[in-house]
């Protein structure tokens, strides 16, 4: 039974009740609350999420949670196709002095879409490798190598086709005969689970071992959350994540594995950094202590969806890679950062890098 709700009219002369509010204003306020409640559901999981972030960013580093000496940036093909010069090279050797930076990944492909790699993508690099061994002794130079797979869309390198994935060993054992020391690749968009590509980085390690040298790969960011590659595929078709099983599959095939722990579309520094600590602890987890891991750093400044430069910045970086090897494994040796990348790179960058985690 509905409730009546009596009032005397002001004047009152025949005190009659007045009627119920009419039906499109009870609609109109039924829609508010409605509207209310939506939000609250979509917004809710997202607050959890940054207040968790923001508190992953509390506290302190421990001492010690510097640079192992163990660093890593990946160099623009400029390197290897004769626009750099023996004075840049001097001038490389120069920045890099009384830094952590022991490896350069130099861009020397792309592969072509069949795996092959042509001699004409880089042609000065038995120059590069013999200035840099003379500048800078100590520091190794690894041909950076990778294409875009064929996963999201149907142009690309496919890791389906056997004959594929025998070029790019094929690949890998010429550009290493050039003088190489090591290769490193990063093959994107790749998903969370894809066995060939595991069969590939097998046959890819019988290769530099052969020769002597790490084999490296740039790897993609784990799951936040659980099994949210798997949401993200279902409803946009790119993954981006993967699972944390499959990171350390892909980590325990490797000499050293870098993660591109930037392009996060987080805000806030604090946010970012606490993701950075989270991805920090979530790799080191699963990483075998033989294999170094190595943490993204944002050389690099863009403003989009992806990645907000004034967001993701090096100090936050830092500070999140300190955080998160301090609560989960503060002696790991093999660990370090991977510095993207050198031709946007700036004065700034450099020295958050210098002060915050190398000194």
Request: no cysteine.
């Amino acid at each position: 039974m509905s409730e009546v709700r009596d009032v005397q009219v002001d004047g009152g002369g025949d005190g009659e009740a007045e009627k119920e509010a009419p039906a499109p204003k009870r609609g109109r306020r039924r829609l508010r609350r409605g509207l209310i409640a939506l939000a609250l559901v979509v917004l809710l999981p997202f607050l959890g999420v940054a207040v968790a972030l923001r508190l992953n960013y509390a506290g302190d580093p421990a001492d010690g949670t510097r640079t192992r000496g163990k660093d890593a940036i990946w160099l623009g093909h400029a390197w290897v196709d004769g626009r750099k010069t023996d004075a840049d090279v001097t001038a490389l050797a120069r920045r890099l002095r009384d830094t952590g930076i022991r490896d350069l990944y130099v861009h020397a492909g792309p592969l072509e879409h069949d795996g092959t790699l042509p001699g004409s993508a880089y042609p000065r690099a038995r120059w590069l490798i013999g200035a840099v061994h003379k500048a800078a002794p100590g520091i190794r130079v690894q041909a950076w190598l990778g294409d875009k797979l064929a996963t999201e869309s149907p142009d690309g390198l496919r890791l389906t086709d056997k004959d594929t994935r025998a070029a790019v060993v094929r690949s890998t054992r010429q550009i290493l005969d050039t003088g190489f020391d090591g290769a490193h690749f990063d093959l994107e968009p790749l998903h969370s689970g894809d066995e060939n590509y595991l069969d590939l980085l097998d046959a890819l390690h019988r290769v530099t071992r052969a020769h002597g040298v790490p084999l490296s790969v740039a790897a993609h960011q784990i799951d936040p959350l659980p099994a949210l590659h798997s949401v993200a595929g279902t409803l946009t078709g790119h993954p981006k994540w993967w699972s944390q099983a499959y990171f350390g599959q892909v980590a325990r095939r490797v000499d050293q594995i870098a993660v591109m722990s930037y392009d996060t579309a987080t805000p806030l520094e604090s946010l970012y950094g606490g993701y950075v600590a989270q991805q920090t602890s979530l790799a080191l987890e699963v990483t075998p202590e033989s294999t170094d891991l190595l943490m993204g750093l944002p050389f690099y400044q863009e403003n989009n969806f992806a990645h907000w430069s004034f967001a993701e910045t090096v100090p936050a970086a830092v500070r999140g890679v300190r955080l998160g090897l301090s609560r989960t494994d503060a002696d790991r040796a093999n660990f370090g950062v991977a510095l993207y990348v050198d031709f946007a790179a700036t004065e700034a960058d450099w020295t958050a890098y210098e002060q915050d985690w190398v000194h």
